[in-house]
């Protein structure tokens, strides 16, 4: 895959690509998915939830923690994770205006 030339697009268009990198993979949104079942933070249940391996866990948690869709707290040895409202929002609002203007697009194919 060749390099992507984000200086061709806008900052609102690059925001929006790597907003859908981060939930572009399925165990991101299962991850997600049991944070908003859950409505509390998790310390460690997701290994057990999902049959995945601990460090594979890990490394989406690092992704979804470095976008700010969740963040996490030490709680003895283990970090406790639950989602932040704050980005949800943001995510949210920009997908919607995304769907918006597709939806008062009209196609004439």
């Not at 704050?86 to 009209?106: A, C, I, V």
Request: with cysteine; net charge neutral; glycine share 6%.
């Amino acid at each position: 895959m060749g390099a992507i030339k984000s200086d061709l697009f806008t900052r609102k268009q690059n925001e929006l690509a790597a907003m859908a990198r981060v939930l572009a993979h399925p165990a991101r949104i299962a991850i997600l998915q049991y944070l908003l079942k859950k409505n509390a933070c998790i310390c460690g249940d997701l290994v057990d939830e999902l049959g995945l391996a601990q460090a594979t866990i890990s490394q989406h948690l690092k992704e979804l923690r470095l976008a700010g869709l969740i963040q996490g707290t030490i709680e003895g040895p283990s970090v406790c994770y639950c989602l932040n409202p704050k980005t949800w929002k943001k995510y949210r609002e920009s997908f919607m205006q995304l769907f918006q203007e597709l939806d008062e697009t009209s196609c004439e194919c």
